[in-house]
């Protein structure tokens, strides 16, 4: 079974432009969650998705936004870059995560990198 | 609230030797906890899980972890480093109910890196 896929791998921007990342999940999962990982912040969480429904959000401005699709691929869009969301974003699916009953499954991530 | 605490951010070991990388849990309920390995520039590979069901739980390649509820932690052991398991290595933390702010949040401690020599 293929696991969870992203695209695209590296990505260079600059400040002020927009960027969407995309996440394929493992076939049959229906839950996706993205998280930023930074070395100074360490992973952080940024929104979980199940259903094309948004259930939970981490701490991060509206400039980071998701959604999700009915086949449960998802994608996430940071809106008006700035230096500091250089970071390695990854995305992670599971069945229906019942927080602790599933275990999430990790993609490679992608690196933006915003100049 | 719950939280995780890495307590070293760097651990050197001889190939050969045993591992142990030290984690520290805090919730307000029985939680769910992970270890996760990341190598440079990948995503993030599950090593074992504790749901409950058994205090010490056997992972890949090795890989063991005891859950000790009166001292909360969940440190990691190896009884023989390889050269190959030089990695980042994450304690994760997952409350055990979904709900509100549960679902899909995963709490991560800070990471220890782990060095083999030769």
């Known amino acids: 079974k293929a696991g969870v896929t992203q695209t695209p791998r590296y990505l260079i921007k600059t400040r002020g432009q927009q960027v969407t990342l995309s996440c394929s999940p493992i076939?049959?999962?229906?839950?996706v969650s993205w998280y930023q990982q930074t070395p100074g912040q360490g992973l952080q969480f940024l929104f979980e998705y199940f259903s094309e429904t948004q259930r939970n959000k981490g701490n991060f401005p509206g400039r980071f936004s998701g959604r999700q699709f009915s086949n449960s691929r998802s994608e996430m869009n940071v809106s008006t870059l700035e230096l500091g969301d250089s970071a390695l974003y990854l995305c992670?699916?599971?069945?229906?995560?019942?927080?602790?009953?599933?275990?999430?499954?990790f993609g490679p991530g992608t690196r933006l990198t915003v100049l | 609230a719950q939280s995780v605490t890495q307590l070293d951010s760097h651990v050197s070991v001889s190939e050969g030797t045993p591992v142990l990388l030290r984690c520290n849990y805090s919730?307000?309920?029985?939680?769910?906890l992970f270890w996760y390995v990341q190598h440079p520039n990948k995503g993030l590979q599950l090593l074992l899980k504790?749901?409950?069901?058994?205090?010490l739980v056997k992972g890949i390649n090795g890989f063991e972890a005891e859950f000790k509820k009166s001292e909360t932690s969940f440190h990691l052991t190896k009884p023989s480093a390889h050269m190959s398991d030089a990695a980042e290595y994450f304690c994760v933390v997952s409350p055990p109910n979904a709900g509100g702010t549960s679902y899909g949040k995963l709490t991560f401690g800070q990471g220890t890196i782990l060095t083999v020599h030769p």
């Open positions: 919730s307000s309920y029985s939680p769910s």
């Open positions: 504790y749901t409950s069901a058994a205090t």
């Open positions: 992670a699916s599971s069945w229906v995560a019942l927080a602790g009953a599933d275990t999430q499954y």
């Open positions: 076939s049959g999962h229906r839950s």
